[in-house]
C-alpha cells in the first residue's frame, strides 16, 4: 500500500493554497471509503447487495440526535412548557430504542436483496417507514397503555411533521397510521365528605403552607405546573374580594381566576405567617425559593396516605373544583374559562369542559341506591 509523506504533502498544500481545501475534503472521502471497504470485508456473513456501512450508520445517529435537538428546540422557542418538551423527547427516545433495536434484527436476518430501510432522507429519521410505525404500535399494545399509544403516536406524528416541512426527509410515515382507540375515562373528583376529611387531617397534620396549596388547588382548579410558577405579584387579596392571575397556563394561555373567602383567608394567614422579601414565588419548599411540580405532588400524596383516599391527586383536585362549578349549574362557557379550558383563538373550548357534568362514580352509586327496598 502506498504512504504519504506528510511532510512533503505540507509542504505542497503549503505552496498552493489554493488547493488546500478541496485536497482536505478528497482526503476525507478517501478515508470513508477505505473504512467503508474494511468493514464490508470484515463481514463475517456474505451478505449480497448493498449494506450500510457502520461509519455512515455513527453519522445518521449523530445527525439524528442534532435534528431531534432542533425540534426540541422549536417547542421551546414557541412557549411549550418544559413538562411539554420533556414528554416529546421521551417519546423519541421509547420510539427510537425499539427502531434501532428492531433494524438491527432484521438486517441481521437477511442474508440477500437490499435492506429493508433504504435511506430516503439527509439523517437516519429517513429510515423510518410507515410499516415501521404500525409495527411499533403492534408491539406497544403488549407493553404501555392505549393512551400511552394514543399520545406516543400522536407526538410521533407531529415530530415528523416537522422534519417534513423543514424538507429534511420526504414525508411523514406517522400521518396515516390509524390511531389507538382509547376507553372513555370519567375524571375522578373528590366528595364533600372527602374534602372535608382532606382539609381536616391538613389542619392536623400539616403545616399552613399544605392548607394554602391544597385549598388553592381545590377553589381554583389550577394545573400543578400553573401553581407552582405562580408568584406572589400574581395573587391580589382584599377583605372583599382577590384574584390569581395566570399568565403562561397551557399553551401559553393567559386568564384570571377570582377567589372566594375561604381562599382569601388562608392565602392571608400564609403569607403573614412566611413573609418573603426576595422570594417572589407564592410556593416554596426548605431546599429551593421555588416548589417543583414533582414537590406538589409528594405533598399531595402524603395526605392521600395519610386520609387513604385512593384517587387523590393533583389532577383529582383540579377536577373537583370543575365538577362543584358545574355542580352548581354554573355554564359550561364559565367552567372553561376558569378551568383554562380554550381554543387557539381564545374561546371556551366547551367540548372538553363538558366531562364535568358526566356522572361519576359516587353519583352512579347514589342512582343505584335509590332502588333499595330498605
Known sequence: MCKLNMPTGLHFLSS???????????????????????????????VSGPIIPEIFDRIFRRADKAMIADFLADLERRGKSPLIVKQYGATWGRFKRWFDAEH???????????????????????????????RFKRWAGNTYKPRTIALTLLQLRVI????????????????????VPTPTQNPKWLTRNEQNLLIRTVRQRGNLRDLALITVFLHTGLRVNEIVTLRISETHLSERKGQITVRNGKGGKYREIPLNNDVRKVMALYLAEYPRQTNDYLFFTNR????????????????????????????????????????????LDVIARLMGHQKANGDPCISTTIIYTRPGSDDLERAVSELEWT
Not at 416537522?162 to 390509524?178: H, L, S, T, W
Open 16 to 46: 498552493y493554497p489554493e488547493f488546500g481545501m478541496a485536497a482536505f475534503f478528497c482526503l476525507i472521502i478517501l478515508l470513508l471509503i477505505i473504512r467503508s471497504k474494511e468493514l464490508y470485508c470484515s463481514h463475517e456473513t456474505h
Open 104 to 134: 438491527t434484527a432484521i438486517t441481521a436476518a437477511s442474508n440477500d436483496g437490499p435492506p429493508p430501510h433504504p435511506h430516503r432522507g439527509v439523517s437516519g429519521l429517513g429510515l423510518v417507514l410507515q410499516s415501521d410505525i404500525s
Open 160 to 179: 415528523f411533521d416537522f422534519y417534513v416541512k423543514r424538507g429534511d426527509i420526504p414525508d411523514n410515515p406517522a400521518a396515516d397510521v390509524e390511531n
Open 288 to 331: 429551593s425559593p421555588q416548589m417543583t411540580t414533582r414537590a406538589a405532588q409528594v405533598i399531595v400524596e402524603k395526605y392521600k396516605e395519610l386520609t387513604g383516599i385512593a384517587h387523590l391527586n393533583c389532577h383529582s383536585l383540579r377536577h373537583t373544583f370543575g365538577h362543584q362549578l358545574a355542580t352548581h349549574k354554573v355554564p
